[in-house]
């Protein structure tokens, strides 16, 4: 499935801003939603995000969604807070 939403010669979108160190070996285009659950939203000073999911886990693909309804970088960062 992965094979088909491959990014152009594998490369990251230039809006992404990422440590080289934690460079994907994978780049996709953003066409699926994946449901993931974690055990906890961690401030992350390693990542450019500044959050990290602990234990992450996949739960299932939400092909009742597209990639513009999930959740976005401002909303998890409110669910940590809460």
Request: hydrophobic residues 40%; positive net charge.
């Amino acid at each position: 499935m992965a094979d088909q939403h491959l990014s152009p010669q594998n490369q990251a979108n230039s809006k992404y801003n990422f440590k080289k160190e934690l460079k994907a070996d994978v780049w996709i285009e953003p066409k699926i939603v994946l449901e993931i659950a974690a055990d906890e939203i961690s401030k992350s000073p390693s990542h450019t995000a500044g959050v990290a999911l602990r234990f992450p886990r996949l739960v299932k693909i939400r092909r009742d969604k597209d990639w513009q309804q999930a959740t976005t970088l401002q909303e998890l960062k409110e669910i940590r807070q809460a």
